[in-house]
């Protein structure tokens, strides 16, 4: 069945420091794919997607890319802040279905 | 543009009493509706998703429900709480073919 497997966290990073929170999928159509933010106390805020093989989602300095080869789509910043600090949800949806299938998060520690 | 409702943001409720959450999404139509549960640093629970009115696909066997009335509108019951509803509930709304889920702010519900 479909699913997304990310890395587990805590994730403990000095401010400035490149980042990278692993997530693979496993997906029987064709998934579009997601990176998800949540700050304590709030919902969900989507924060970048890719919809087709090859393509990079980009947003306040976090990119990803859909790799078909190796059904990845890892997140990474180049230099973190204290304010990244948040748990990080990768999801996947194949196309026109009605469930997202959602890793468990990660979480993100950005000391100064 | 599109916007999503929940309320209340916080509510205590002694165990065996009644639930009513709502969530109301603004300026779109049709929309694909969710429930989820996040227990204290765990991941999403579906819980329940609508395609339309009256259209109620339950996820997980438990004591809460959910309905669709109109449209744009989306509640979760309960007759009767027990210690284990606790947690964060989040609503979400989505189109469809690759369309993301966009999230309210939840609802953290605490049982006593």
């Known amino acids: 069945g479909d699913s997304v497997t990310q890395m587990e966290g805590p994730v403990t990073l000095s401010e400035e420091a490149f980042l990278t929170i692993n997530c693979t999928y496993t997906?029987?159509?064709?998934?579009?794919l997601f990176w998800y933010v949540q700050y304590p106390g709030e919902g969900l805020q989507l924060l970048l997607k890719?919809?087709?093989?090859?393509d990079k989602g980009s947003n306040k300095g976090f990119e990803a890319t859909y790799r078909k080869e190796t059904t990845s789509f890892h997140l990474e910043k180049g230099s973190v802040q204290v304010s990244d600090s948040a748990v990080y949800f990768c999801?996947?949806?194949?196309?026109?279905?009605?469930?997202?299938?959602f890793g468990s998060g990660t979480k993100l520690n950005v000391k100064p | 543009s599109q916007t999503i409702h929940q309320w209340p943001a916080t509510l205590v409720q002694p165990v065996g009493s009644p639930l009513s959450l709502e969530c109301t999404v603004e300026?779109?139509?049709?929309?694909?509706l969710y429930w989820y549960r996040q227990a204290a640093g765990r991941g999403l629970q579906l819980l329940f998703y609508?395609?339309?009115?009256?259209?109620i696909s339950s996820e997980v066997p438990q004591n809460l429900s959910a309905s669709r009335p109109q449209d744009r509108q989306f509640i979760l019951s309960s007759k009767k709480l027990l210690l284990s509803d606790s947690g964060f509930y989040l609503c979400?709304?989505?189109?469809?073919?690759?369309?993301?889920?966009?999230f309210g702010d939840g609802t953290r519900l605490s049982i006593l």
């Open positions: 300026g779109t139509s049709n929309p694909n």
């Open positions: 999801a996947l949806r194949v196309y026109n279905f009605n469930k997202f299938y």
């Open positions: 890719a919809t087709k093989a090859d």
């Open positions: 979400a709304w989505t189109v469809d073919r690759d369309q993301p889920q966009h």
């Open positions: 609508s395609v339309g009115i009256g259209q």
């Open positions: 997906a029987t159509g064709y998934p579009s």
